[in-house]
């Protein structure tokens, strides 16, 4: 299915909380297949950009289109794992009944407003996929934190996307887990396009084929360029590099560079 | 004991009826109180619940000035919750505006009901609206409980999946193109009919504990929303025929009674087991 058709395609964008800039002049293609990374500061827009794919949230400026229509419009083939910090953790659920929320729009036809029968196994599948099929039944607020985190990303599978949106997957597990993680989503990139948010440069550089940096602005780089210099800038200075077996590219860019924002000339 | 040696005299026709109201008004309690901790609107619905007065107010004024027999404070309640749910609902989007919708229906509501009973002539004893008393409660009453138990049951039976979709986040929900803010309104309004009717069994300042301390109770064991549902009815129950019991003993006002008892066995059972599911 990888075509080089992009499924997200962001012109001109502009987008501010009251008076206070987020996002500016934000030009962004993603391609259909593609596994691509937003990284960047916290308060750098990461989240916004996300939810301005979702139609969320409304751009000042400029167009968004997500599988050529409106993101609003788009939003069925879109599977979204929001932050945990959103979430009640104690709020008294099953995990099946979490992760077959992503089938909600299927149901409620009949009288008694029950999922249809193909549900629970989109919902069993989903959970083996990210491995907690053993979990079905456990209760959502006596797991662990990264536990969690994979039963929203099963919920997210049980909508059948054609685009998958991770919003900080790796936070709350461990690096073995996240490990784990990467190769799931590396096995789940052959069925859909995923776009992730992580503030952790050292671990997506691995594996994903592009990374998002969002500041404000946005500029693309293929992983391979991914240096010290570049991530300075993207942080400021005093971001500490943890990972230094990715590969690096001496030469760099800079982020002024007028051609920034289009991977294709990069 | 004496209560329930009254209860089985063949006289004590009004007692039994009283326990009968205060069951049957667990239903609802247990149910939208497990709705308003799971949305965290228990500020709302005290505010749905004080502006009832202004409806109260309004309705005894016009009674008197145009000598309207038929009119009944409950319809100008009804009027008052429903109006003020919508205002909230409608217009406190976003949490600081909400947060000043709130505080504004709660004090306009109560401050119009004591601006019209002073303007309408003789002397109101508000107490029972404002405490309750449930040995004042009809046979109409009970009735209306009744088919507001049924209507609440049907409800969240059919929508069961949607409330909890909602309920365990919204943003998804919405995601998936359920109609958010058409549910929102429909709950809001069925928390301000609810919270109407309960008025009578424990008043307009305390409605809010009983909508928020048998659920949170629950929401110490509960594994599921409908499990929460369900035990909060129980815990309700407890709580009120426990308070009557203890009123009649004691010749003491039933509404404070059934508060204390709710709050009591939220304490104790929440010291027991670590405080979990905290408000």
């Given at each position: 299915?990888?075509?080089?058709?992009?499924?997200?395609?962001?012109?001109?964008?502009?987008?501010?909380?009251?008076?206070?800039?987020?996002?500016?002049?934000?030009?962004?293609?993603?391609?259909?297949?593609?596994?691509?990374s937003i990284v960047g500061p916290?308060?750098?827009?990461?989240?916004?950009?996300?939810?301005?794919?979702?139609?969320?949230l409304k751009p000042q400026q400029g167009t968004i289109e997500i599988f050529n229509t409106t993101p609003e419009k788009a939003r069925r083939k879109i599977g979204y794992m929001p932050q945990q910090t959103q979430l009640d953790p104690q709020f008294p659920i099953s995990v099946l009944d979490v992760v077959l929320t992503g089938q909600i729009d299927r149901c409620g036809k009949g009288l008694t407003g029950g999922f249809p029968k193909a549900a629970a196994g989109i919902a069993q599948a989903a959970l083996t996929e990210v491995g907690l099929g053993d979990f079905i039944q456990k209760s959502f607020n006596r797991l662990s934190g990264g536990q969690r985190q994979r039963v929203l990303i099963a919920r997210a599978l049980c909508t059948e996307p054609e685009?998958?949106?991770?919003?900080?997957?790796?936070?709350?597990?461990?690096s073995r887990s996240e490990e784990n993680l990467y190769e799931t989503l590396a096995r789940l990139n052959r069925k859909m396009t995923i776009l992730l948010v992580s503030h952790d440069i050292g671990f997506v550089s691995q594996f994903v084929k592009s990374v998002i940096c969002v500041n404000h602005q946005v500029i693309i780089h293929p992983?391979?360029?991914?240096?010290?210099?570049?991530?300075?800038?993207i942080y400021g200075g005093d971001f500490n590099l943890i990972r230094h077996d990715h590969r690096c590219d001496h030469a760099g860019h800079s982020h002024h560079d007028p051609l920034s924002g289009n991977r294709k000339q990069l | 004991m004496d209560f329930f040696s009254a209860l089985t005299n063949p006289d004590s026709l009004f007692l039994r009826q009283t326990l009968l109201v205060g069951l049957f008004s667990s239903v609802t309690f247990g149910i939208i109180g497990t709705y308003v901790i799971s949305r965290r609107i228990s500020y709302l619905a005290g505010a749905v619940s004080h502006s009832v007065l202004g409806g109260i107010g309004g309705v005894i004024w016009l009674k008197t000035l145009f000598q309207l027999e038929w009119l009944d404070p409950l319809y100008g309640a009804l009027l008052a919750a429903l109006l003020s749910a919508f205002i909230i609902g409608r217009f406190g989007s976003g949490r600081k505006k909400e947060e000043i919708m709130i505080g504004a229906t709660w004090a306009i509501g109560m401050a119009l009901g004591i601006i019209f009973m002073d303007m309408t002539p003789g002397y109101f004893d508000i107490t029972s609206y404002l405490f309750g008393d449930i040995l004042l409660v009809s046979v109409r009453d009970l009735k209306l409980i009744i088919v507001l138990d049924?209507?609440?049951i049907l409800f969240f039976y059919r929508f069961y999946h949607i409330v909890t979709a909602i309920c365990f986040d919204e943003e998804f929900a919405r995601l998936r193109g359920l109609k958010v803010d058409l549910f929102y309104q429909l709950l809001l309004g069925l928390t301000a009919v609810s919270v109407v009717l309960l008025i009578r069994?424990?008043?307009?300042?305390?409605?809010?504990?009983?909508?928020?301390?048998p659920a949170a109770t629950a929401g110490l064991y509960a594994r599921t929303l409908s499990g929460m549902m369900l035990l909060?009815?129980?815990f309700s129950a407890i709580a009120i025929v426990g308070g009557i019991a203890l009123s009649y003993s004691a010749n003491l006002s039933s509404g404070p009674i059934i508060i204390v008892c709710a709050g009591v066995i939220y304490f104790v059972l929440a010291a027991i087991k670590g405080d979990k599911y905290s408000l």
């Open positions: 299915m990888r075509s080089e058709m992009p499924i997200i395609r962001i012109k001109n964008l502009y987008f501010s909380y009251h008076d206070n800039p987020v996002l500016e002049d934000v030009n962004l293609e993603i391609d259909n297949g593609e596994l691509a916290n308060g750098g827009g990461k989240t916004t950009l996300l939810k301005l794919i979702l139609g969320l685009l998958l949106l991770l919003d900080e997957p790796t936070s709350n597990i461990d992983t391979s360029q991914i240096n010290g210099t570049i991530i300075k800038e | 049924i209507v609440i069994v424990v008043g307009i300042v305390m409605v809010i504990a009983m909508l928020t301390l909060a009815v129980i």
